[in-house]
């Protein structure tokens, strides 16, 4: 069986001998162009990629592919209707980064409440040097102790979320779900969690429900001191009215670890550095070391499962 890697970029430096010890020949690309697709697909018999698309007519080029691997949990790059009708099953992975991701959303709410990133900064500009004191408390500096934390998504992630906020002594609320028509007595409207919570972690996927779901009208739902936490996707808050509600100060500051486009190559309204209480890091949520061993030897487990003919993580 030979094995293609369309994007290795990011896993370079895991050990891929997980993988390499179930097939018989592994063709690695750090990062694969539109324009070569094709060419690289070719003879392959397995695909693994995490965002190069793999269309029908990848699968065509492909002529004796056979299973498709997704280094993700989300799988809209794969064309999930041609894989199904050329009979060719798609796995995924997940859960493989809970612990990373739950690590990076805590470490944004503790930034923002403790100005963390502002008083690092003023430090280095030789503002504490210059007090007249033993400390500066310039920017103000808030407990969590008793707040409420609003979760968006109760999958993996956002129970992970969930359960450490109450080392912090932090009351917390659940959405009702977004995609389904049942209501969980044990949660609470969208509405009732965006108007009551002090921090608001978004978990759930983008879809058309939750497109543009954090925006002008949705911020002036929200407390003047609450804050928001996003390290799901970007495009479930409106870049621009997330700016224009921290320079209005309609809310107290928020932290993104996500963008609609990916890099922004093109420049995005957030990343403005005239922005208040604005943090922004490069979708590196999931990026552990151990998280990504784990994405890797559950690709291993998942190809490992197709050869015994069984379908495991199927999408």
Known sequence: MRAVILDLKGLETIDLSPIEKNVSELVCYE????????ERVRGADILITNKTAITAEVMDAAEQLKYICVVATGTNVVDKVAAAERDIPVSNCVAYG??????????????LHTNLVS??????KGQWQ??????????????????????????????????VA???????????????????????????LIATSDVISIHCPLTDDTENLFDRSTFKQMKSTAFLVNAARGGIVNEQDLVDALKS?????AATDVLTVEPPKDGNPLLDPSIPNLLVTPHIAWGTLEART?????????????FRGEHTNPV
């Open 31 to 38: 990062l694969t162009r539109p324009d070569q697709v094709l």
């Open 166 to 192: 109450s080392a912090f002594g932090m009351k917390v609320l659940v959405a009702q779900s977004l995609s389904s028509n049942g209501q969980d007595p044990a949660r609470v409207s969208l509405d009732e």
């Open 119 to 124: 008083y690092a900064t003023d430090v280095q």
């Open 294 to 306: 784990r994405i890797i030897q559950q690709t291993a487990d998942n190809i490992q499962a197709f």
């Open 98 to 111: 809970v612990s990373s991701v739950v690590q990076h959303v805590w470490s944004m709410i503790l930034a």
């Open 249 to 253: 100060a309609e809310i107290a500051g």
């Open 130 to 163: 210059r007090s007249d004191q033993f400390c500066f408390l310039d920017y103000p500096i808030v407990e969590l102790e008793g707040k409420t934390l609003g979760i968006i998504g109760y999958g993996n992630l956002g129970q992970g979320v969930a359960s």
